[in-house]
């Protein structure tokens, strides 16, 4: 573990779901290795066709958590770069199940105008804010907590990549 990182739970995370570039998916890999977790990548698959909303041009986001993992991995992290939605919100960078222990982020609007290094930035954010979720963590107040509610991008920059002592402390 390197220092001023926290390492979470071991486990697996499997990352599918559409064309997404395979430096984009090594870099997710090596941020979650760096804490401790074990991570594959599995091969991609297909979206689920009644995912697509033709009206919104958007894809619903929690029909990517509710595929059928056909392999026992403790968690599974979708990773997709086509534009989610969920429920009422215009959009999601990511979305958890605690319960099923999946989660899925969209690396859609994180790359938005901004350099590969903030781009890959906010996927690790995006991606251990996912996780966190699937250890059961709420969002927090704390605006510098990666579990902090990302509502605009602006958000997500201001997080870092760590959970606060709060959060912690909870998982």
Not at 58 to 74: N, T
Request: hydrophobic fraction near 35%.
């Amino acid at each position: 573990m390197k220092s001023g990182k926290k390492t979470l739970p071991a486990g697996f995370c499997w990352f599918l779901y559409g064309p997404v570039e395979q430096e984009d998916l090594e870099c997710l890999m090596r941020a979650l290795s760096q804490r401790g977790m074990n991570v594959s990548i599995a091969s991609e698959r297909k979206v689920p066709a009644a995912a697509f909303n033709r009206g919104r041009r958007q894809y619903r986001g929690e029909l990517f958590l509710e595929s059928p993992w056909e392999e026992a991995f403790d968690r599974v992290l979708a990773v997709t770069n086509y534009d989610l939605y969920a429920n009422n919100l215009n959009f999601i960078f990511g979305l958890a199940d605690a319960h099923e222990k999946s989660a899925v982020i969209s690396l859609f609007r994180l790359r938005m105008g901004v350099d590969e290094a903030t781009f890959h930035s906010r996927a690790v954010k995006e991606a251990i804010h996912e996780l966190g979720h699937t250890w059961g963590l709420s969002h927090c107040q704390n605006p510098r907590c990666v579990m902090h509610f990302s509502n605009s991008l602006e958000d997500t920059d201001r997080k870092q990549t760590e959970w606060c002592k709060r959060c912690d402390r909870k998982l």
